[in-house]
C-alpha cells in the first residue's frame, strides 16, 4: 500500500471546486475507482489540507498528522503545496517571510525524510489580473512577484533537499489562467481543479512507477 499525505491550505482542501470537491479528492476517487475495478496497488489519500493556512501552521501540526499515519513497511508520499497564504501582505511585509517559509518546509521536510516519505513540493498558483496588486474581497492584498519570489525558493529548496518539483504556475499560465480561476481571483474553478489534479496525478505516475 502507498499513502499520500496532502498538506495544504483551502487550495487543497478543494474551495470553489463545485463539481468533484478539488483537485486532492478527484485525486483520491481516481485511486479509489483503480484499486476496485483493477486490482492494481492499493493507493490511500489523505487530503489534510487548511483553510487559510500558512506554513507556520504546517509546522506546528505535521509531525503529529503524520505519525498518526504512518504505518512501517507502508510507503509513503508527503505533497506539500504552500504559499498562496504566507505571501499576504500585512503591514507592508509578507505574512510569513521567505526565509521562515523555508524554515517551516525545510523541518518539515527533514521530519519526513526520517520517515523515508519521498516528497513532492507544489509551487504556487499565478493571481487574477484583477486582484494584483490590490486588497481582494477577503481584505488580502498579494502580488505575482512574490509568487514568483517564492516559486523559485521552493525551485531551489526542492534540489538542496532532492526532493521532486512540480511548477503548475506554468500551467495555469499557459492554459490561460483566467479561464482557471474563480472569481476571488486566487483560488482555482473547477476547471483550474482539473487541471491540477491532472498535473499532480501524471506526476505523481511518475514517481510511484
Aim: glycine share 6%.
Amino acid at each position: 500500500m502507498l499513502k499520500i499525505l496532502c498538506f495544504g491550505d483551502s487550495i487543497t482542501l478543494g474551495e470553489k471546486d463545485i463539481e468533484h470537491g478539488g483537485w486532492a479528492d478527484r485525486l483520491k476517487t481516481h485511486y479509489l475507482t483503480q484499486f476496485v475495478d483493477s486490482q492494481t496497488q492499493e493507493i490511500m489519500l489523505y487530503n489534510l489540507g487548511v483553510a487559510g493556512e500558512t506554513s507556520d501552521g504546517l509546522a506546528n501540526r505535521f509531525v503529529s498528522e503524520l505519525k498518526a499515519r504512518h504505518i512501517n513497511g507502508q510507503a509513503l508520499l508527503v505533497v506539500f503545496a504552500y504559499g498562496a497564504n504566507d505571501i499576504v501582505i500585512h503591514k507592508k511585509k509578507n505574512i510569513v517571510p521567505e526565509m521562515y517559509f523555508v524554515r517551516n518546509l525545510k523541518h518539515c521536510m527533514e521530519s519526513a525524510k526520517k520517515f523515508k516519505a519521498q516528497i513532492l513540493l507544489v509551487n504556487l498558483l499565478p493571481i487574477s489580473d484583477s486582484i494584483e496588486g490590490t486588497v481582494n474581497q477577503h481584505e488580502k492584498l498579494r502580488f505575482d512577484r512574490d509568487i514568483q519570489a517564492y516559486n523559485t525558493t521552493l525551485n531551489k529548496l526542492s534540489k538542496e533537499m532532492n526532493c521532486d518539483y512540480l511548477d503548475v504556475y506554468t500551467a495555469f499560465i499557459d492554459h490561460g489562467k483566467e479561464v482557471c480561476l474563480s472569481s476571488d481571483g486566487v483560488h482555482p474553478n473547477s476547471k483550474g481543479h482539473k487541471l491540477l489534479y491532472q498535473k499532480i496525478k501524471q506526476k505523481i505516475s511518475n514517481l510511484v512507477t
